[in-house]
């Protein structure tokens, strides 16, 4: 119990009420009762591990608040969403933020602050799938500032929290009083030796053919998938999402029973009449439907022609509408607009199965291909697929420029760095759009990361270079990422990398309609190769990449409340078709690796250096490698105890880098010795533990320690009068293989004698 008096209470927002159980005044003073109704549900999957779901005693102030574990791993989600729109917004404002924190994993931060900074690319990307697995299920007219928070409370380094927290959103959509249609369950697949996993640890996914995240919800319908794969066939493919699917439905049973025991209920969102006004309505699709199907039946438009043609079609409607209405909403007439304009291109679709642009539900756009554009390029190539053009380029480069992983998320995924790592470009112009250019955003990373998934599996394991691929997209019209696929496996090819096969990616779109009740889908298309408005005005994004008999990656934004699994079924189905005739068009261009080096591309060797010859090699404090370096380019590292790697950036720079090498080892050279063989030594140098000795004038001092010296057991040189200068003989018996030491002897070449033994004994007897 808390008391408040009335001052103090008005400080507090809202929140505090919906987190009290009770609430009562005696005078001028305030009681107040907080609930401590803190309820836990448990989801037993198949394999027979327990996802455990509680709410109800963390961030209570929050509009929802749930942690979920999985093993030892646990994050807390949390959901807060404004009750007042802060402005005429006709999209959601939906904020997730994703962060790994360094305390969950038993780390502090190597950054110079020793604190979490801005989000990592980890970070960014799981913000992105949990955004994708929760977005298509809020209601249409929500339009409030909404913000979904992840923090990761402990990690195991077993389970990963992505999928964990996938599940802590819905769960703390759920029990809030935010409207949404949820829950959806969330849980990674993989597969080894063909028997499927789920939520497989992170050991297990080293050795998994396919990763990938499904979320769906109840009755089958998938929301969202993102995956990776090392060449799984198709009925495999089918088969782990279809597993997936189901596994998700008891995630989410558990997550409605705690729903209904401890879930708040939902706001009731208030829609503008204004919205809903029907002369409106009419006034505009009188004045628009007609010219809008003639521009989307007019085949001979492009986008830029399209899109200028329906911005003159809404302009014109607002111009005949003002002169009647001087007080005319404009922004409402937009609003309109765009959503007869929706349904215009999707009936078109649905009833004629022909496209804007005159193809066929399966027809590709026109495809062209080009390799090896520039000549000091290691390998490049554009690849152009209707009026999406994307310029790749490869560069190679030592192991030492391989991507280096943060702390946390090598901890998370194993991964402690990338030698193969693909940047992705998106230019404004490319829309024929003004902007700025710089700070990569979200969208950007999370198409890079996408192809870099596709072309992973394709690449040798122990390529001795970093690959560094970039993707500029110079024209965009829909499935950039997906050109960039295609684009880059001939890059590679060009540049000489030996791929076990070439890629290619699809995207494969859908429009559906509902039935009356708009529970079930009644009809659909799915539409192959989409085009950007197909994409923004259409149901589903779906992008399918793979070699020629199996894929690589996959990723699904839906738009829908979940899309049944025999559609999805189809679309792969679709997609298979698709790539192959991509393939076909592009091995026409390149087929397979260049086989022949050009005098640009980078070389890699490996040199044996003796262990004798190491420090001469090397120089004090490595001084010959950095000057090797700083005059022709050439990364020297060691490879293992005798080998050291050398990477020259073109043949000239390796020749010059051996001859600097030769000359290093080559100087004052010193002569071969026999072994066995007996030479004359010069003292050089009288240490109590023994002597420097030379045999030759331009060697390096050797020791020879007072053990090899003499048959009796001495303590210092000067017992037997050595001094430096003498001159002794010593008997050679080569170097020693840990020190490389040369090892010399000087008591084998002496002949025990009586007396000798006799000074010996007397001397052991004291």
Known sequence: MIVFTSSRLSRFRKPVFLACKSLYKNENVFYVRFSTNAGKEIATLSDGKQLILSTGKYARFADGSAVVSLGDTSVMVTAVSKHQSSSNSSFLPLVVDYRQKAAAAGRIPTNFLRRELGPTEREILTSRVIDRSIRPLFPEGFYFDTHVMCNMLAVDNMNDPDVIAINGASTAL???DIPWDGPVGAVRVGMIDNDIIINPTRRQIQDSILNMIITAT?????????????????????????????????????????????????????????DNDESLISSVKELAETKLREIFLDHTHDK??????????????????????????????????????????????????????????????????????????????????????????????????????????????????KNFFLHYDFPPYATNETGRVGRIGRREMGHGALAEKALQPILPKDYPFAIRLTSEVLESNGSSSMATVCGGSLALMDAGVPISSPAAGVAIGLVTRYNETKTDIEDYKILTDILGIEDY??????????????????????????????????????????????????????????????????????????IHQRGKFLGVGGINLKKILLET??????????????????????????????????????????????????????????????????????????????????????????????????????????????????????????????????????
């Open 537 to 610: 005005l259409g149901d589903m994004d779906f992008k399918i990449a793979g070699t020629k008999r199996a894929f690589t990656a996959l990723q699904a934004d839906v738009k829908i409340p979940g899309v049944p699994l025999k559609i999805i079924m189809e679309c792969i189905h679709q997609a298979t078709v698709a790539k192959s005739e991509i393939l076909k068009l592009m091995n026409n261009v390149l087929r397979e690796p260049r086989s022949t080096k050009r005098d640009k591309m980078p070389i890699v060797e490996n040199i044996q250096i003796p």
């Open 304 to 417: 830029i022609s399209r899109d200028n043609a329906v911005s003159d079609v809404r302009n014109n409607v607002i111009e005949t509408l003002k002169n009647d209405n001087a007080n005319l909403n404009i922004t409402l007439v937009e609003k309109i607009f765009g959503t007869i304009s929706k349904d215009i291109f999707r009936q078109l679709i649905l009833e004629k199965e022909i496209r804007c642009d005159g193809r066929s539900l399966t027809d590709l756009r026109n495809i062209t291909c080009e390799v090896d554009l520039f000549n000091p390029l290691h390998g490049s190539a554009v690849f152009q697929r209707g009026q999406t053009q994307v310029m790749c380029t490869v560069t190679l480069d030592s192991l030492e420029s391989a991507l280096k992983m943060d702390a946390v998320s090598m901890l998370i995924s194993g991964v402690k760095e």
């Open 633 to 766: 380019g050439v990364h020297i590292n060691p490879h293992d105890e005798e080998t050291y790697y050398i990477f020259a950036p073109n043949e000239s720079a390796m020749a010059e880098a051996k001859e600097m090498i030769e000359n290093i080892l080559q100087k004052d050279r010193e002569p071969t010795l026999e072994f066995g063989g007996i030479y004359k030594a010069k003292i050089v140098e009288i240490r109590e533990t023994g002597v420097m000795v030379t045999l030759y004038s331009n060697m390096v001092p050797t020791f020879l320690p007072n053990s090899q010296l003499d048959q009796c057991v001495i303590h210092h040189p000067s017992a037997l009068g050595l001094e430096i200068g003498h001159e002794i003989k010593v008997k050679y018996f080569g170097r020693d293989p840990v020190s490389g030491q040369i090892r010399l002897s000087r008591k084998v070449l002496q002949q025990p004698t009586k007396v000798v033994r006799s000074l010996h004994r007397e001397e052991e007897n004291g």
């Open 218 to 274: 109840k009755h089958n319908l998938i929301v969202m998938i993102e995956g990776s794969a090392n060449d799984i066939l198709e009925q495999d493919l089918k088969k782990a999402i279809k597993l997936g699917v189901k596994e998700c439905q008891t995630i989410v049973a558990s997550i409605t029973n705690l729903q209904k025991m401890y879930g708040k209920p939902k706001r009731k969102i208030e829609i503008n009449e204004q």
């Open 174 to 176: 759920s029990v809030s």
